[in-house]
């Protein structure tokens, strides 16, 4: 039987894997690093944990080979200048910005884009890592260092932060998850909360959105688009083409997550309709030692990703999923997690219906 390779073996690799091994595939992730000889062969097929990847012996193997679904797309997207451009000429809403060449100025930032300007390295950049901001108020100007390596974004006044992650299959169809409300904290994402019922009105829309994405880019597989929801409209944000943490809340609340349709999507098997069941939400836990404790919490389910704990740096995370919402209100009250998550956990209780 072919073997389903993974560029990549973070967390996402891992239950890219856990999702493929009920359906008899073998899914293997492949660590960036390994100089071991992969044993490929024709029929197999590869698909990635990450949009980028620096040039090693894995790496090679498996981008050479000829079974690599979305190979194109990959650097189209992880190219911040790439991506707006796509934006752009699909028309699709996104912040106005211009890419930082060599004779960029702040002054022509703050001309073009206000008296806020967020620029992003053009690759690279997660977790809101690779984000500089230019602030006219306190005279900043364009280091160096980012002329030509970035974007400069103007600063959105948005009223909340939503994501929605579809998947389409190798015949076109698609199918997409309730739309999900997320809280960064520090350009970081804390916490999901899906479905809600009053951002039922935006579903049609960004579904509408990334349609046309994966359409003009012939994608198979699951994708992730993050928006700015500023009144009734919606700006993209950015766009993952993978499995994506503001997913992570259907392994617990959809009876197909999206780990299992993105690899039912790049095996060309029959993709699931996003049936959720329950209402869940998600925690990421970002710096936090591991407490077995939490177990004891009603409707929690552990993600724990066996990684070395550092701050800032997501170690795992909590889904929760229930039909009655004094049990999912009873675990935030329950989960005692150190400073911002006191921030994060009444935000998921004044968000729960
Ligand atoms: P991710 O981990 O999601 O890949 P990232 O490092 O690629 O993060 P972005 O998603 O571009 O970065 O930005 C991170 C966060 O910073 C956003 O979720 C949002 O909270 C904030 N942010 C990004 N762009 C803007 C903007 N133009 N105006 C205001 N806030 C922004
Ligand atoms: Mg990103
Ligand atoms: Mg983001």
Redesign the pocket.
Known sequence: MSVLWVLGAGQLGAMLKQAGTPLGLDVRPVDIESNDTLALGEQDIVTAEREEWPETVATKQLATHGNFVNLDTFPQLAD?LTQKQWLDRLNLAT?P?FPVEQDSTAELAYKTLGD?V?M?RRRG???????YWLKEAEGTHIPDEWKGFAIA??????DE?VSLVGVRGKNGETHFYPLTL?L?IN???YASISPLERLKPLQSKAETMLSTLMEALDYVGVMAM?C?RIGDDLLI??L?PRV???GHWTQAGAHVCQFENHVRAVTGLPLAPAVVKNQSMMVNLIGVDLDYQWLNIKGLELYWYKKEVRPGRKVGHLNFCSGDLSVLQEALSTLHLAEPYPEALSWLAKNLP
């Open positions: 911040r912040a910005w806020r967020l992003k950049g997660y977790d809101g890592k690779g984000q974004e103007q600063a959105i006044n948005f932060e997320n960064h350009g970081i994402l993050e700015f944000n950015e993952a994506h943490n503001s």
